[in-house]
């Protein structure tokens, strides 16, 4: 069974030398389909290159269970390869999980797509990584989401559980904007759904409802449901009004957006057949207020 990550729970794992440290199991996947005439083994070398940076590295001093560590996929599509250069411009999926007490259900904590997930890299380079110097743009890439990952996942399980990492998560962000990195997305103004505007946007102290959702989403939520179904649906509704919060304390944020993206099958199937009407009816104004395109699907929840 999987055991709650608390701050206590965390305080005390730290003497427990039997503990594995590493946070995250995460599971790489490269698709070169768009490259060809290439040999395939620089495709393969990465994959496993970025595997064991993320999993075999202690990313916070936190002790971690092996059960406990975070689950996470980064899905990588090559779109071009510049072989003289060793050069990568690549689309990013990532998404992490983590499990719901009581259940053998995992629910989404993050997921995104960074389209300028750009980056040298030749093969057997060792991956090596400081977050206060930074001259790496792949390894800059990949702490950024290891960290980010595990501040949001540590949200869940306690209030501002996770503000440390995602600290470090900012630094790196800050850091890189320094530097004459080929990578883009560290830029303050790139977009609005770049690295920098999600983890700005996230420690934002206009922004605190959007944390505080993730653990009454979670914690009193989702972990509650499988004693007290009822309990636990009322708890969800009262996060998503914090949602409904964050999009009106800062408009301009995709955030609450995101998080209606990774969690709209979660949100409908919890409410579909459930709530009354009048229950239905505010979280279909709700929802549709902050991701209209999803409408189709909010509509359902009034089913």
């Avoid at 990568?88 to 499990?99: D, G, H, I």
């Avoid at 449901?225 to 009822?230: G, L």
Wanted: glycine content about 4%; hydrophobic content about 40%.
């Amino acid at each position: 069974m999987h055991t709650l990550r608390t701050v206590a729970a965390l305080a005390l794992s730290l003497v427990a030398v039997a503990l594995q440290a590493q946070e995250i199991t995460a599971r790489v996947n490269i698709n070169h389909q768009k490259i060809s005439g290439t040999d395939v083994a620089v495709f393969d070398n990465l994959r496993q290159a970025v595997e064991q940076f993320i999993n075999e590295r202690q990313w916070t001093q936190l002790q971690f269970a092996r059960h406990e560590r975070i689950n996470a996929t980064f899905n990588i599509t090559v779109n071009k390869y510049d072989q003289s250069e060793h050069r990568f411009e690549c689309t990013l999926t990532v998404q992490a999980t983590r499990p719901v007490f009581g259940s053998s259900y995992t629910t989404p904590t993050f997921a995104t797509s960074d389209e300028s997930f750009n980056f040298s890299y030749q093969e057997y380079d060792k991956m090596e990584f400081r977050p206060d110097v930074i001259d790496n743009d792949l390894t800059a890439l990949v702490a950024y989401y290891c960290y980010l990952i595990i501040g949001i996942d540590l949200d869940t399980f306690a209030p501002l559980g996770g503000t440390e990492p995602l600290e470090v998560c900012r630094t790196i962000t800050q850091t890189c904007q320094s530097l004459v990195l080929s990578a883009k997305g560290w830029k303050a103004f790139d977009d609005m759904k770049n690295r920098y505007a999600v983890i700005n946007d996230y420690l934002d102290s206009g922004m605190e409802s959007m944390r505080q959702l993730m653990y009454k989403y979670h914690r009193e939520g989702l972990d509650i449901m499988a004693e007290n179904a009822e309990r636990g649906r009322a708890a969800v509704t009262e996060a998503l009004m914090l949602l409904r919060q964050a999009h009106q304390d800062k408009p301009l944020s995709l955030l609450p957006q995101l998080f209606t993206e990774f969690k709209r099958d979660e949100i409908v199937n919890i409410y579909r057949g459930k709530a009354n009407a009048k229950e239905k009816d505010t979280l279909y104004d709700l929802l549709s207020s902050i991701n209209a395109s999803m409408n189709t699907s909010w509509r359902e929840i009034q089913q």
